[in-house]
């Protein structure tokens, strides 16, 4: 969904989703081990944080 939005939205969600509380708040606590996150969802994830 994410990378759907990226791809569609304008520069404001850009700048949005690169900010350090998007990434800590939203994309590390979705690949946590509590959340149990298929493995091809925290490859995903952690790609893009790369």
Do not use: W
Not at 12 to 23: A, G, K, L, M, N
């Amino acid at each position: 969904v994410l990378e759907a939005c990226v791809k569609n939205c304008g520069h404001r969600f850009h700048i949005y989703v690169s900010t350090r509380d998007f990434v800590e708040n939203v994309l590390v606590q979705t690949i946590l081990p509590k959340n149990n996150a298929p493995m091809v969802l925290q490859d995903r994830v952690l790609s893009m944080i790369q």
